[in-house]
């Protein structure tokens, strides 16, 4: 079975960069390899929101927030997808997620604070 592990968030002032990775882990690379991969983030009171997806193929979707910040990329041969975030906003922060599409697969989530 498929294992996400999440990384890279931290406290990071307004109008910085962060790039999150999902490292899906037990996964075979070319099964990995067929998965769509989304990206989510919830915060505190409010329900987990899609953020982006990317399929096997790397191309991506956003929801209509992102507007242009945010960049969600794919690195088949290391089972890593990732999520760059730039320029950094208060109201990024969350809690963010990796899900494999059409799965109850998630990872444990990595915090993005960033100072209002």
């Known amino acids: 079975q498929v294992q996400l592990v999440e990384s890279g968030g931290g406290l990071v002032q307004p109008g910085g960069s962060l790039r999150l990775a999902c490292l899906a882990r037990?996964?075979?690379?070319?099964?990995?390899?067929?998965?769509?991969i989304g990206w989510y983030r919830q915060t505190p009171g409010n329900e987990r929101e899609l953020v982006g997806t990317?399929?096997?193929?790397?191309?991506?979707k956003y929801a209509e927030f992102v507007n242009g910040r945010f960049t969600i990329s794919r690195d088949n041969a290391n089972k890593k997808v990732y999520l760059r975030i730039s320029p950094l906003k208060p109201e990024d922060t969350a809690v963010y997620y990796c899900?494999?599409?059409?799965?109850?697969?998630w990872g444990q989530g990595t915090q993005v604070t960033v100072p209002g």
């Open positions: 990317v399929t096997p193929r790397g191309s991506t």
């Open positions: 899900n494999v599409d059409g799965t109850d697969f």
């Open positions: 037990r996964a075979i690379t070319s099964v990995f390899n067929t998965y769509t």
